[in-house]
């Protein structure tokens, strides 16, 4: 099949474009540097054309709360009606899992939001709700800075590898279409400061990490089981502690 990733160029993207392509799949990675714009609608028809599977792993270029809300909305009504015109039989996105629970953060709200705008399309979809990547331990650590402070909820978290991320999307995108929500998450339960302390140990990194209650996460305070995937996600296989060995 042809199946068009959006974002393609991206840490998902770019490895899904890898995967899809040993599994013997046209895999076309689209993104502005390669002359597809979901904003604008450039590029789109062309790069559609004769596809059967699109995947949406494109990321908000800001977090701000008013802009992520914006990109994810206009970005995928711009793709499904690009997707309607070229006859696109299968619309896969990838989520977070939990968005639906934490509604006072602006990412996660955002990503509910693309949520149901693919779920109210006439395109048979697939959403893969993935948890935390292990690769963005330390982007949440710098968010969370304060001087030589790293101030984060205790909420558990469920963190996964990208290479196991993309996996599961490959998995789903080469399938038939779900209509319904995949969760995927990795195979231990951390809490949310742990991760970053054990993340930041391993880069010996000298910043302390304070456990904080009232600390935000995606703009928000998640409960503590908030951020957790359902009983029937699929858990990946490798863990946090043998990721961080494998870097070196």
Known sequence: MKIVIIGGTGLI?????????????????????????????????????????????????????????????????????????????????????????????????????QEKLITGSTIPYSIVRATQFFEFVGSIARTATDGDTVRLPGALVQPMAADDVAAAVARVAAGAPRNAIVEVAGPEEIPLDEFVRRGLSARQDPRRVQRDPHARYFGAVPGERALLPGDDAQLSQTRFGDWLAAQG
């Open 13 to 113: 993207g770019s490895k899904l474009v890898t995967k899809l392509t040993e599994l013997g799949h046209e895999a076309v990675p689209a993104s502005p540097a390669t002359g597809v714009n979901t904003i604008t609608g450039e590029g789109l028809a062309d790069v559609l054309t004769n596809a059967a599977v699109v995947v949406d792993v494109s990321d908000s270029p800001s977090f701000d709360d008013a802009a992520v809300l914006e990109f994810f909305q206009t970005s995928t009504r711009t793709l499904l009606a690009a997707e309607t015109a070229a006859g696109v039989g299968h619309h896969v996105a990838l989520s977070v899992v939990g968005n639906e629970r934490v509604p006072d953060g602006g990412y996660l709200r955002a990503k509910a939001a």
